[in-house]
């Protein structure tokens, strides 16, 4: 707490919403941290630019990008893990936020 105290004090003041998200059970967390579609994005397009001093032109920048488009996409292939529970978790949490889209 020395070596931070601004840091500290924000946690405190907003502590009831930054502890919402430990309501949950694990495996409910867990996609709630890691299906941010954009950011996930943006952070492979970051990682990937950040070490080019720069691009020759326009199209080189968007092979690379493509790329790493390419490489998200595999990921995202991947089924995420006790789906179903998950699902009938959210389900119990966020009622009027499911039905519309799905059936359950």
Same mark, same amino acid.
Not at 6 to 12: A, F, L, N, T
Not at 26 to 44: D, G, S
Not at 71 to 81: G, L, N, S, T, Y
């Given at each position: 707490?020395?070596?931070?105290?601004?840091?500290? @004090?924000?946690? +405190?003041?907003?502590?009831?919403?930054?502890?919402? #998200? *430990?309501?949950?059970?694990? #495996?409910?967390? !867990?996609?709630?941290?890691?299906? &941010? %579609?954009?950011? %996930? /994005?943006? +952070?492979? *397009? +970051? $990682?990937?630019? @950040?070490?080019?001093?720069? *691009?020759? &032109? =326009? &199209?080189?920048?968007? $092979?690379?990008? #493509? %790329?790493?488009?390419? !490489? /998200? *996409? =595999?990921?995202? %292939?991947?089924?995420?893990?006790?789906? &179903?529970?998950?699902?009938?978790?959210?389900?119990?949490?966020?009622? =009027?936020?499911?039905?519309?889209?799905?059936?359950?």
């Amino acid at each position: 707490g020395d070596k931070y105290p601004m840091v500290i @004090k924000s946690w +405190r003041s907003k502590w009831p919403t930054l502890s919402a #998200y *430990f309501k949950y059970p694990e #495996y409910v967390r !867990k996609p709630i941290y890691t299906t &941010n %579609a954009v950011e %996930a /994005v943006h +952070r492979q *397009f +970051r $990682k990937l630019t @950040k070490t080019k001093g720069g *691009f020759a &032109n =326009e &199209n080189s920048l968007l $092979k690379l990008l #493509y %790329a790493g488009i390419l !490489k /998200v *996409f =595999e990921r995202w %292939a991947h089924p995420i893990q006790n789906w &179903n529970l998950t699902l009938s978790q959210l389900a119990i949490h966020f009622p =009027e936020r499911l039905e519309k889209y799905i059936s359950l």
